[in-house]
């Protein structure tokens, strides 16, 4: 909804804090890593129903991975870093929810659906952006490590329903089971997305592939 525009605000910002940091001699993996901790306190917190301090150590969290990627492209990205940062995220993400049934008995199905569709959509999400490198889709690259395909629920929509979590933990059985409705929609906005890409975009190893493939059926099992 509302994260590519909020990306697009802040990315300056950003992009000159991680150009001052990088020439102070910080790196991104520090920051990743500084950041994973304090998600993981941040779930904590949740899990033991200190809601303030949850939602602090989570706001921590994002702005330390929002610090990150600026960073590494001042000082130069990598694949390593670039997947790490991914599992770092994904796994804060999902150990909130965990956090937030552990903390609240009365929200665990609605946690269960929401990391149901957290899955579908990760996996979605995940595959299509190997699939579209493979088939070198350069125009929908954003300057992040992976290829993101948009939904209706993304980073900034997290922030924003994890906050809200905190704030008003009375209303943490409503609010998940919203999050996950929104979530499932866009898992499967990145399925239909992503087989409308994957028919449009051309593969271009498909000729070579099959020039490639060796006449002899003996040559085969080589």
């Known amino acids: 909804m509302f994260d590519a ?17 990088a020439a102070a001699g910080v ?18 917190s949740v899990a033991e129903g200190a809601w303030t301090a949850g939602l602090a150590l989570w706001l921590g969290n994002r702005i330390l991975d929002g610090l990150d990627g600026p960073v590494a492209r001042a000082s130069g990205c990598t694949d390593s ?11 804060i993400y999902g150990g909130f929810v965990v956090a937030l049934a552990v903390a ?21 999400f995940l595959a299509l952006s190997s699939l579209l490198e493979r088939r070198r889709a350069a125009g929908l690259a954003d300057g992040r490590s992976l290829r993101f395909v948009g939904g209706l629920a993304e980073g900034g929509e997290t922030i924003v329903a994890y906050s809200l979590i905190c704030l008003v933990p009375s ?10 409705a929104l979530v499932a929609v866009t898992a499967l906005q990145r399925v ?14 498909l000729r070579q592939s099959a020039a490639q493939t060796p006449a002899n059926p003996a040559e085969l099992r080589r």
């Open 5 to 21: 525009p909020a990306r697009k605000l802040l990315a300056p910002p950003l992009e000159a804090t991680g150009k001052r940091l």
């Open 27 to 44: 790196r991104p993996l520090v920051l990743t890593g500084a950041g994973w901790l304090m998600g993981v306190a941040a779930c904590v």
């Open 192 to 205: 239909l997305i992503g087989v409308s890409l994957l028919r449009a975009v051309p593969w271009p190893y």
């Open 171 to 180: 209303l943490a059985t409503q609010l998940t089971w919203a999050f996950a």
């Open 104 to 124: 609240m008995p009365a929200a665990r199905m609605a946690a269960l659906a929401l990391f149901l569709a957290y899955y579908v959509s990760g996996t979605a």
């Open 81 to 91: 870093g670039g997947f790490l940062d991914i599992v770092a995220d994904f796994s």
